[in-house]
């Protein structure tokens, strides 16, 4: 992974090639960022500068053998952990080194993908994925033995957030005391899910999302977009550059969340005037409680965004406003006057919750179908 690769963040490149020149390399490194604003290919364009010696700030330097298994994420001295769920062919315990080839495949083909694209490889189906126990295990086995090439040994920890309990607290201890040339980039999303004890022990950098000036001008020069389509896909991506690609592919609706959402709102709309209008709500709640957790999670997360959209516009701030509604007679600004500040804490709350529960196994018809009753009362609130 070339530094010149990775879109924007030039003050991260800068500071991790030049404290590596100095030999100033922390062993313990936590990258943390939105989706899409580049932690994973900064994290392997970071182990690859270390491990095969590079200069100069790139990763094109005389050991050239050593640049070239980075092409395929095979360096023997570079190792990953990340999220897995068991499937059918790994039934149970699932470790990431199980799925060490639709990870390599999947973080060179899509370096900025987010969690749901992994999960979609996976087919979480109403699994939750975790770096488990056993992940821990292999990772204090993997560190234990010397390096390949008698330098670094790197560990990248990809959304570190989802390390359980147990898990963490075995990590813990390897980070208090770190074998020799060792390094350690854990990169998360969510910074706060981390226990503050692995937070402490680790050099902190905070990663922007991009601009749209930086997305658009990679759309144009990477997939050949028209200048002014690039440029609307830029706004309406939010500094996101996986969403960008899903939007110019056109395959970020394998759930139409829009949809979903907007049959839900209807329905919360007429049961303020018809209680018969209630099994509607009871109909939707089933629907969406058919699907996995994470698909669960990444709707609310849609609605919340909804939400905050309708919220600008009410409050007459459309340059911050990038949704286009593609359902059939919804206009958000017809439904914008319905979100204000009197209702948005609270919907924001009810949605939160909903949300925690989910995350946590709680029977996801009672859920939605409590969260779908106070909606109804929420967005008649003036």
């Given at each position: 992974?070339?530094?010149s690769?990775?879109?924007?963040?030039?003050?991260?490149k800068n500071?991790?090639?030049?404290?590596?020149?100095?030999?100033?390399?922390?062993?313990?490194?936590?990258?943390?960022?939105?989706?899409?604003?580049?932690?994973?290919?900064?994290?392997?364009?970071?182990?690859?500068?270390?491990?095969c010696?590079?200069?100069?700030?790139?990763?094109?330097?005389?050991?050239?053998?050593?640049?070239?298994k980075?092409q395929?994420?095979?360096?023997?001295?570079?190792?990953?952990?990340?999220?897995?769920v068991?499937?059918d062919?790994?039934?149970?315990?699932?470790?990431?080194?199980?799925?060490?080839?639709?990870?390599?495949?999947?973080?060179?083909?899509?370096?900025?993908?987010?969690?749901f694209?992994w999960?979609?490889?996976?087919?979480?189906?109403?699994?939750?994925?975790?770096?488990?126990?056993?992940d821990?295990?292999?990772?204090?086995k993997?560190?234990?033995?010397?390096?390949?090439?008698?330098?670094?040994?790197?560990?990248?920890?990809?959304?570190?957030?989802?390390?359980?309990?147990?898990?963490?607290?075995?990590?813990?201890?390897l980070?208090?005391?770190?074998p020799?040339?060792?390094?350690?980039i854990?990169?998360?999303?969510?910074e706060?899910?981390?226990?503050?004890?692995?937070?402490?022990?680790?050099?902190?950098?905070?990663?922007?999302?991009?601009?749209?000036?930086i997305?658009?001008?990679?759309?144009?020069?990477?997939?050949?977009?028209?200048?002014?389509?690039?440029?609307?896909?830029?706004?309406?991506s939010?500094?996101?550059?996986?969403?960008?690609?899903?939007?110019?592919?056109?395959?970020?609706?394998?759930?139409?969340?829009?949809?979903?959402?907007?049959?839900?709102?209807?329905?919360?709309?007429k049961?303020k005037?018809?209680?018969?209008?209630?099994?509607?709500?009871?109909?939707?709640?089933?629907?969406?409680?058919?699907?996995?957790?994470e698909?669960?999670?990444?709707?609310?997360q849609?609605?919340?965004?909804?939400?905050?959209?309708a919220?600008?516009?009410?409050?007459?701030?459309?340059?911050?406003v990038y949704?286009?509604?593609?359902v059939?007679?919804?206009?958000?600004?017809?439904?914008?006057?319905?979100?204000?500040?009197?209702?948005?804490?609270?919907i924001?709350?009810?949605?939160?919750?909903?949300?925690?529960?989910?995350?946590?196994?709680?029977?996801?018809?009672?859920?939605?179908?409590?969260?779908?009753?106070?909606?109804?009362?929420?967005?008649?609130?003036?």
């Amino acid at each position: 992974m070339q530094f010149s690769e990775i879109l924007g963040q030039e003050h991260i490149k800068n500071h991790l090639t030049q404290s590596a020149n100095l030999g100033r390399i922390p062993h313990a490194q936590l990258f943390v960022g939105p989706e899409g604003s580049g932690t994973l290919p900064m994290a392997i364009a970071y182990a690859q500068y270390i491990l095969c010696g590079n200069q100069a700030g790139e990763n094109n330097g005389e050991n050239q053998a050593c640049n070239l298994k980075f092409q395929k994420i095979s360096h023997p001295d570079l190792h990953f952990a990340y999220p897995t769920v068991s499937t059918d062919s790994v039934k149970t315990k699932p470790k990431s080194i199980d799925f060490i080839a639709e990870w390599r495949a999947f973080s060179t083909q899509n370096p900025y993908g987010g969690l749901f694209d992994w999960y979609a490889i996976l087919g979480v189906q109403n699994k939750q994925g975790e770096i488990r126990v056993d992940d821990a295990t292999e990772i204090l086995k993997s560190l234990s033995l010397k390096s390949y090439e008698g330098g670094y040994k790197i560990m990248i920890v990809w959304m570190a957030d989802k390390l359980n309990i147990a898990a963490s607290n075995k990590l813990l201890k390897l980070l208090e005391e770190p074998p020799e040339k060792t390094v350690f980039i854990l990169i998360s999303e969510n910074e706060e899910d981390i226990i503050q004890t692995i937070r402490s022990r680790c050099q902190i950098l905070h990663f922007n999302g991009l601009s749209e000036a930086i997305i658009a001008d990679a759309l144009v020069n990477r997939e050949q977009i028209d200048p002014k389509l690039a440029a609307k896909i830029a706004h309406q991506s939010q500094g996101n550059y996986n969403a960008a690609l899903h939007l110019v592919h056109d395959d970020s609706d394998e759930y139409p969340f829009e949809e979903w959402f907007v049959t839900w709102v209807r329905a919360a709309f007429k049961a303020k005037r018809n209680a018969a209008a209630i099994q509607d709500l009871i109909l939707w709640s089933e629907k969406i409680a058919s699907l996995g957790r994470e698909a669960q999670k990444k709707f609310l997360q849609f609605c919340m965004e909804m939400f905050r959209q309708a919220l600008l516009l009410n409050y007459e701030a459309p340059s911050l406003v990038y949704f286009e509604p593609k359902v059939d007679k919804f206009k958000l600004e017809n439904f914008a006057p319905f979100v204000n500040g009197n209702n948005i804490n609270d919907i924001f709350k009810e949605l939160s919750d909903a949300m925690y529960h989910v995350e946590r196994n709680g029977n996801a018809k009672i859920i939605l179908t409590d969260l779908s009753i106070k909606l109804t009362r929420l967005i008649h609130k003036k």
